[in-house]
């Protein structure tokens, strides 16, 4: 099984935030509640190549928290307890930003 996993191409290696199940005050949050479909980018690959063969980098890089669509991706198990999603570049709607 493999330890580190780098995507080829313009695709991005994402690990889905988990939403609390609890507020701070202790409230029980229901499964109807989320808010975000939200992921923290693990692994980027090196970008594609344009028809005069220049790179064009991915504009992501590793830490960031992006936005997924609602379907899509391919799962990926790395780890027993990890699943990650692997999606193209373009298929990612946005970033978030504090």
Known sequence: MAKRLL???NRVLVEKLVQPKKTAGG????ETSKLLNAAKV???GPGERDREGKLIPVALKEGDTVLLPEYGGTEVKLAADKEYLLFREHDILGTLVD
């Not at 409230?27 to 229901?30: F, H, M």
């Open 27 to 30: 409230i029980l949050l229901p």
């Open 7 to 9: 995507p080829s191409l």
């Open 42 to 44: 693990v692994a980027v």
